[in-house]
């Protein structure tokens, strides 16, 4: 009597995948963040209460979110490609490069990985976080945990700064991802994209803090309206829609303007792909050999 075969393991689907996002968001979030921390929190640290050195500044920013995607990559791009962001998610579904049907699984999983890593930074940071708030968490040191702009930079400035930054981000990715396009081999695709991460933080950061991902400012900041009544929804005259409308039609817009000029220069050309490199998801992998 033959033996019918056991039904595939959950795992195996977009379930794993969607795992895969969940714990690679909530790497990049507990890194990210927790830079993020060391820049705010601790700025007092020096001699005789001097300012605290090399913490506080810029470069602790964008190396430290450069890291922290790097790191996320690492941890979910063989399985789910690692978007870690809904703004990669819906420009790679809305260019045919995935399908629908896993967008909303992707970017429930990224939201929560981002939620968790806010509570698991939120009690590790409690005492310097207490210590920084002077009664009034939002205000203070909500910017530990999602992104604000600068008081001189109005609505239209920091919407342009996350719609660039967005569509510079999913672009490039397109690009550095592109298996015709001399793609990044023997596993430093992650590093790469890392230091893009650098380079729009160098560039567009300052402005609005460059959240250039819907979860991880959305994610953080639902943590904070738990813990404060909702306060961080309505900072900075309820500033959270930008954070993510705008990365969100960034994103759509630079995956198409790459698909437009670069990829339709490649297919002009005739070019096939470069070594032994294949694009899956949004990584490239190299086949094992044997």
Not at 145 to 151: E, Q
Not at 201 to 212: H, K
């Amino acid at each position: 009597m033959a033996q019918s075969a056991g039904a595939p393991s959950a795992m195996a689907g977009t379930f794993g995948e969607a795992l895969a996002e969940f714990f690679g968001t909530m790497v990049l979030i507990l890194f990210g963040d927790g830079c993020v921390a060391t820049f705010a929190l601790f700025t007092k640290l020096g001699a005789n209460g001097a300012a605290t050195p090399f913490a506080n500044t810029w470069p602790v920013i964008i190396f430290g979110w450069g890291f922290a995607v790097m790191l996320g990559i690492y941890v979910s791009g063989a399985i789910s490609g690692a978007h870690l962001n809904p703004a990669v998610t819906v420009s790679l579904a809305a260019t045919k490069r995935f399908p629908w049907s896993k967008v909303a699984p992707y970017v429930l999983a990224q939201v929560l990985g981002a939620f968790v890593a806010a509570g698991i930074l939120y009690f590790v940071y409690q005492g310097a976080l207490n210590a920084n708030a002077a009664g009034n968490f939002a205000a203070n040191v909500g910017g530990v945990f999602y992104t604000s702009p600068k008081a001189f930079v109005g609505t239209f400035g920091a919407f342009g700064d996350e719609f660039i930054g967005t569509a510079l981000l999913v672009g490039l990715i397109l690009a550095i991802t592109d298996a015709r396009n001399q793609p990044v081999q023997a596993n430093l695709n992650p590093l790469i994209i890392g230091l893009l991460i650098v380079a729009i933080g160098a560039s567009f950061g300052l402005n609005t803090g460059y959240a250039i991902n819907p979860a991880r400012d959305f994610g953080p900041r639902l943590w904070v309206a738990l813990v404060t009544g909702g306060a961080s929804f309505s900072a900075n005259n309820y500033y959270f829609w930008i954070p993510i409308v705008a990365p969100l039609v960034g994103g759509v817009v630079g995956a198409f303007i790459y698909d437009f000029t670069i990829a339709k220069v490649l297919i002009a050309r005739g070019l096939m792909k470069s070594g032994t490199a294949e694009t899956k998801g949004e990584s490239v992998r190299e086949p094992s050999v044997g």
